[in-house]
């Protein structure tokens, strides 16, 4: 699937790529994800795009993104749009779509391989468009998760579709174990 000197590009949507890792039940080590494709071949840039809320004073992704950004990601963010459903739920909205779009187009002509993390069905035409220019394309997600995360329509255009749950042992961050307090000195006084 990968040729050592093949130029390749890595598109992560930010977003999708969370959900689909969280629906299998691991993290993602974005360190270890670099590693990997950096192994695979040529890895000119690996972004990472996703919407942040401005307005709130502690973002839980800001740690992720001020570190992905100092370790040789290409952050691409923007504000989230905060809006109210018609049930009167506090909704955001921040589709990343279209940069991921415009920044792939720019820099077909200087990949040979595009990696996409993302199931958006939307990415079909720019999957077409790319094949078009002469790069192969892979797309990263899972069909293991129920309902599948990857659309049918995206995973056929695709020159190669990589399971993501395959993935798991090489870019999964090793599970936590879950932090025991030492028994206090008052709770052996007591006994």
Do not use: C
Request: glycine letters at 6%; hydrophobic letters at 40%; charged letters at 30%.
């Amino acid at each position: 699937m990968f040729y050592k000197d093949e130029r390749l590009a890595l598109f992560i949507d930010g977003s999708n790529l969370y959900a689909a890792a969280k629906s299998l039940g691991f993290d993602i080590d974005y360190k270890l994800l670099r590693q990997e494709f950096m192994r695979r071949g040529k890895l000119l840039r690996a972004f990472y795009y996703t919407a942040l809320l401005e307005n709130d004073e502690y973002s839980p992704i800001r740690p992720l993104v001020d570190w992905l950004n100092y370790n040789g990601f290409s952050m691409v963010t923007k504000p989230a749009k905060e809006y109210t459903d018609s049930m009167g739920r506090r909704k955001v909205k921040g589709n990343m779509d279209i940069e991921l779009t415009v920044d792939a187009m720019e820099l077909a002509p200087h990949i040979d391989h595009m990696v996409l993390f993302s199931g958006d069905g939307d990415f079909r035409p720019l999957l077409e468009s790319m094949q078009r220019q002469g790069v192969r394309v892979s797309v990263v997600s899972t069909i293991r998760s129920q309902p599948p995360m990857i659309s049918d329509d995206l995973r056929r255009q695709a020159d190669n579709f990589i399971e993501l749950n395959e993935l798991k042992d090489v870019i999964g961050r090793p599970p936590r174990e879950p932090y025991v307090a030492p028994e206090s000195v008052y709770d052996l006084e007591a006994t």
